[in-house]
């Protein structure tokens, strides 16, 4: 059936740890729960304002001052988890890359596979595993100026012709 499940395998120059990314999310569950809490339309003091969700983001994360928001060069791994209710549901470590799996609420919804160099390698080290390689990171990260981006995109299907008619459709030639 379609839409297919799909999996959009990213680079990226860095990630973090998975105890920093757990942390994050848990961070953003008690604060989903706090604004849902106080989301009551029967109750007048309950405000669901951006400038109160702030207060209530920096009593839960203890940053007295939030960083102003830039859309370069940001965390994609902690742009995911902070929207849609996407979660790490699964981390790959080479001797060179450290991969997750983002992957939203839904079974059959988008999944995120986000690699980076691992912090301690150099490009000498290379992996078996051609999907994780080092080397095939580097190349990319390369041929980008450094900078992550979308690799590859796969998708689940019992037909692959119905991605091709879906595309098709939408991008004539």
Do not use: C, M
Not at 5 to 26: A, H, N, R
Not at 53 to 72: A, F, G, K, L, M
Not at 80 to 96: A, E, P, Q, V, Y
Not at 110 to 123: C, E, G, L, M
């Amino acid at each position: 059936s379609y839409p297919p499940s799909g999996v959009v395998g990213t680079i990226t120059p860095e990630v973090s740890s998975l105890g920093t990314y757990k942390k994050f999310e848990s961070q953003l569950n008690t604060l989903s729960s706090r604004v849902n809490n106080k989301n009551n339309d029967n109750d007048p003091s309950s405000s669901s304002s951006p400038s109160r969700h702030r207060e209530q983001w920096r009593d839960i994360s203890h940053q007295n001052n939030v960083p102003t928001y830039t859309p370069q060069n940001r965390d994609i791994i902690k742009q995911l988890l902070s929207s849609f209710g996407f979660r790490i549901t699964g981390k790959h470590d080479t001797n060179s890359t450290r991969s997750f799996l983002v992957t939203s609420p839904d079974p059959t919804g988008a999944k995120f596979v986000i690699t980076a160099p691992s912090s301690t390698t150099t490009t000498d080290v290379d992996d078996d595993d051609v999907n994780f390689s080092n080397a095939h990171i580097h190349h990319y990260l390369k041929s980008h100026d450094g900078r992550g981006g979308i690799a590859v995109l796969a998708f689940d299907v019992d037909d692959a012709s119905l991605v091709w008619y879906q595309y098709s459709k939408n991008h004539p030639t």
